[in-house]
């Protein structure tokens, strides 16, 4: 069974940067979404960016200007840039793919603090 692998998370300082990746153990067909959500302690899952097979791309008001998603089809992987990175930041990231069926990954930590 195909599995996401995220990595790239951690701990960076306020104004840092990271970047999130999440790759597939397997092949995915017919991809029509890739994206990224967070959840913080005590909070709902949000979505942060998405990408879909037309490469129309979306992202949370909260941070659009500091945030790029990007893909890789060849891969099927699909990243995250993440700059300007502000405490409110910090959260459970996860990757979701979309296909015939709907993919998540287990999630990696970002902790932005000083």
């Known amino acids: 069974q195909v599995q996401l692998v995220e990595s790239g998370g951690g701990l960076v300082q306020p104004g840092g940067s990271l970047r999130l990746s999440c790759a597939t153990s397997g092949s995915i067909f017919s991809i029509t979404y890739m994206g990224w959500y967070r959840q913080a302690p005590g909070m709902q899952r949000e979505l942060v960016a998405s990408i879909t097979g037309g490469d129309i791309t979306n992202y949370a008001d909260s941070v659009k200007g500091r945030f790029t998603i990007s893909r890789d089809n060849a891969k099927n992987t699909v990243y995250l840039q993440m700059n300007s990175l502000k405490p409110e930041d910090t959260a459970v990231y996860y990757c979701?793919?979309?296909?015939?069926?709907?993919?998540w990954g287990q999630g990696t930590q970002v902790t932005v603090s000083s």
């Open positions: 979701n793919i979309r296909a015939t069926r709907n993919y």
